[in-house]
């Protein structure tokens, strides 16, 4: 059987290709309104109905919020951060809680076998940020470093796939973080999983630095499974 020539992209699957490359770029931000109907037909010299294919492709991947009489928003920068948004919505605490247990493990087990020098003292001043935060009770400040924390030794890990994974997965895996914030007896400066698991990446030992991070992820499931509702 012989195989079907090869076809040229159609018109809207160029025009969606455009627009998503805005999207990904942080040209249009998540939660920004992008341009007009009218602006981008004039921009990308499209016809309507080909642009409107576009953007619901688009919001059908996640990607794009169209709301009747108000606008179209940016609601995630990939089709994966698109659908971690949906299947977060119907999740709960414990569940992402877990997922980001799996993956942090990983990654510090990653990251103390590949971590150089640099990574790891840029790991150390966004620690130093963490702890001084906590104690200056800054929440927004304390939030981003521990993000950052993180996200930057998914980095370290050396895998890029693994690090795009975990930050296509930053707005739920930060409301994990800052969920327990004014929550009685939440530690937010324990060392477990943030000093204690640098200390392990600094010594190179995979062992060690995965059973800090998965021992910091336990605790939490520990302490949310005992708080009250």
Known sequence: MSLEPVRRPSLSAEV?????????????PVGARIPTESELMEQLQVARGTLREA?????HAGLLDVRQGDGTYVRATSE?????????GDSGQEHLLEVRQALDVQAARL??????DAALDALADIL????AAWDA???ETWVAADWDFHAGVA???GNPLLSELYRNLAAPLRASMAAFWDSPGFAGAAPAGHEDLLAALRAHDPSKAASQ??????ETLAWHTDSPA
Do not use: E, P
Not at 16 to 28: E, M, N, P, T
Not at 111 to 116: F, N
């Open 80 to 88: 994966l951060s698109g659908a971690v948004k949906r299947l977060y």
């Open 137 to 139: 009770r800054d929440f």
């Open 213 to 218: 991070a998965g021992a910091n992820i336990t």
């Open 111 to 116: 990251a103390a076998a590949r971590a150089d």
């Open 16 to 28: 969606i290709g455009r627009l998503r490359h805005r999207i990904a770029s942080g040209d249009w």
């Open 128 to 131: 130093a940020r963490r702890a």
């Open 155 to 157: 980095d370290a890990a």
């Open 55 to 59: 953007v619901r492709a688009l919001a």
